[in-house]
């Protein structure tokens, strides 16, 4: 029903629209980063951020600050956010959001099934795990000895139990098979989310599917690039593949093959959205992609917010503001550690 949802949009999504509308206008803006990349200490980081949104969860935090305490502290203004949203929400869009967070669900459950592995404690890795991809059981995560157990002891209750039916297995939990399991987990929810989506059709439909598509081909890409030089097979890696973006299908047949980074740059610079990213690296280098990624996805997040009447603005702001705590992360890192000249290194511009 494209085209007619100023009709009824705003019966249940009109409040809410006009939330998250008011919390982007807060973002940080290159006037604020360029300030934040000129101070010494992170205490001038805290007295600069006292003036934006994030004063408020900052203003009590004794000196001497430390990165975590400001990283934690503005995740914890997103996920009161998130809250506020997620309480007014009706159907369909309380589910909307709800898929928004199963990402760091699946994030949380990898690092304390790895950290078990690695004999670290769990209460630590609690404390390291994302507050919005948080579960009921998830201590409990730290019993499993292999797949099998790890979603009968525990995943069976949670959203992320309909993406475990591809990676059950009786193998026992090790690295390898740990990242296996966390692609083909964010494989199944990538496709399902694209499916929710457009179940939903009209201007969400096609928004949140390219926002979804290009997310599905950047983890194609990864998982290439990360893949070259392991024992995973050629088949297996064309397995973690989501089966929709652009590059689905002809691209993920030539990525299945590529043996080097420039192999994967000849396949990718087929797509004229994907050649425009390689052209800014030079022959052989992947450090750079990540930032040439995540500012191309930031162009695209914040053209979400140039239509009305749609969800799509829910997850381009929740994405907008998690790259602005990984650069106020990259900011702080930076100064505590005294590598000023690195600053810009990862810095990702949203406005």
Request: aromatic letters at 12%; glycine letters at 4%; proline letters at 3%.
């Amino acid at each position: 029903m494209y085209g007619f949802e100023a009709l009824t949009f705003n019966i249940h999504g009109g409040y809410l629209e006009a939330i998250v509308r008011g919390y982007r206008s807060g973002l940080l803006t290159a006037a604020d980063y360029n300030n934040l990349c000129q101070c010494e200490t992170l205490d001038d980081i805290k007295m600069h951020l006292s003036a934006t949104e994030y004063g408020p969860y900052l203003q009590n935090e004794p000196s001497p600050l430390h990165t975590t305490t400001i990283v934690e502290k503005c995740t914890l203004k997103l996920v009161d956010e998130y809250k506020h949203m997620l309480a007014q929400a009706t159907e369909p869009l309380s589910t909307f959001l709800e898929y928004i967070t199963y990402g760091h669900m699946i994030d949380n459950v990898v690092l304390i099934v790895t950290g078990t592995l690695h004999e670290r404690d769990v209460q630590e890795l609690l404390e390291k795990c994302h507050p919005l991809g948080m579960f009921d059981s998830i201590a409990t995560l730290a019993v499993a000895q292999n797949m099998r157990e790890l979603y009968r002891l525990v995943l069976v209750d949670t959203p992320l139990a309909p993406y475990f039916s591809e990676c059950i297995t009786s193998e026992d939990l090790d690295d390898m098979n740990i990242e296996i399991m966390r692609n083909t987990l964010y494989k199944a929810y990538l496709e399902d989310f694209y499916r929710f989506c457009q179940k939903l059709g009209g201007a969400t439909a096609e928004i949140m599917s390219d926002l979804l598509a290009f997310e599905a081909d950047r983890r194609a890409v990864n998982i290439t690039i990360n893949s070259i030089g392991t024992e995973l097979t050629r088949d297996d890696r064309r397995k973690l593949y989501s089966n929709f973006g652009l590059l689905y299908p002809y691209g993920h047949e030539e990525l299945a093959v590529c043996e080097d980074i420039d192999q994967v740059r000849g396949a990718m610079e087929k797509y004229p959205p994907y050649q425009s990213i390689f052209s800014k690296l030079s022959y052989g280098e992947s450090q750079m992609l990540d930032k040439a990624f995540y500012e191309e996805e930031v162009k695209r997040l914040c053209l979400a917010f140039e239509q009305q009447f749609h969800y799509g603005v829910f997850f381009a702001y929740m994405r907008l503001r998690e790259q602005e705590i990984r650069n106020l992360m990259w900011i702080s890192e930076c100064v505590a550690q005294n590598q000023k000249s690195r600053v810009h290194d990862s810095v990702v511009f949203i406005f």
